[in-house]
């Protein structure tokens, strides 16, 4: 399948819903950031870099950071905080050999082809240069999923029950990175409860986009609500509703 060929991944972003809403993906970046460990004047790339939050950070640590990322709105939120961003999807590649690191928090599990994005960043770096990403993993936000797929076939629209994100196990990103020529140093999965400020149904209005789009308004939030109450047990009265996450952690390096 070619890079022209591959479908959307049928989200749209709304810059500041996903600050109210989602600012925990980029406050919770510390672990991965630390994993990088980038230098001053380093050469960092930030695949899917969002609203430029967690880029930020990168560039106030003397990286020479450039963010990339397809949506114009989050593009623009970026470039509001003073960011270089190339606004374009990861699979039609992003140059060769330009880069120290390659870096991504909380994308790459949206790439309809983690394949071909593992080879164009592969290109990307300069001999020696690392790949490190945190993502979803495997399990990530299983319960989320299966509630969505329950409200939505209750619905009688069974085939949208599809998950349109990409979790991966670990043997099955070791064999992508290889594919691609990198040597893995570091690839884990980490359990991580993850507490919703905006709730469930906030969570479901700034992500399940690609379950919901194209829907009359009242029936998407119908399924939203049935999703809601079948997830229940995610809901404590007093901490309030975590997000079942599992996050794939990992760094490679292309040979030098």
Not at 20 to 44: S, T
Not at 230 to 251: C, E, I, K, N, Q
Request: aromatic fraction near 8%; proline fraction near 5%; glycine fraction near 12%.
């Amino acid at each position: 399948m070619s890079e022209r060929t591959i479908p959307a991944a049928g989200q749209v972003w709304n810059a500041q819903d996903y600050a109210g809403k989602a600012g925990f993906v980029p406050a919770l970046g510390g672990d991965v950031l630390a994993l990088l460990d980038a230098q001053p004047d380093e050469r960092v790339l930030d695949l899917g870099c969002g609203d430029g939050v967690l880029t930020r950070r990168l560039a106030e640590a003397g990286a020479k950071v450039t963010g990339l990322e397809p949506s114009p709105e989050l593009a623009g939120a970026a470039r509001a905080l003073g960011l270089d961003v190339l606004e374009r999807d990861a699979h039609d590649g992003f140059g060769e050999g330009g880069y120290d690191a390659v870096f991504s928090n909380a994308a790459f599990h949206w790439f309809r082809d983690p394949g071909l994005v593992m080879r164009h960043a592969f290109r990307a770096l300069r001999p020696g240069g690392r790949l490190v990403v945190e993502q979803g993993g495997f399990g990530n936000v299983a319960a989320v999923v299966t509630a969505l797929h329950a409200a939505l076939e209750a619905a009688g629209l069974a085939e949208r029950a599809r998950c349109p994100w990409d979790f991966p196990s670990v043997p099955t990103q070791r064999a992508r990175l290889e594919a691609a020529g990198f040597t893995v140093d570091t690839c884990a999965l980490i359990g991580r409860q993850t507490p919703l400020a905006a709730g469930m149904a906030g969570w479901l209005d700034t992500f399940a986009g690609p379950y919901l789009s194209g829907l009359e308004v009242a029936q998407a939030e119908a399924i939203k609500a049935d999703a809601v109450r079948r997830l229940d047990a995610l809901h404590d009265p007093a901490t309030g509703w975590m997000a079942d996450y599992v996050r794939l952690r990992f760094s490679a390096h292309r040979p030098v």
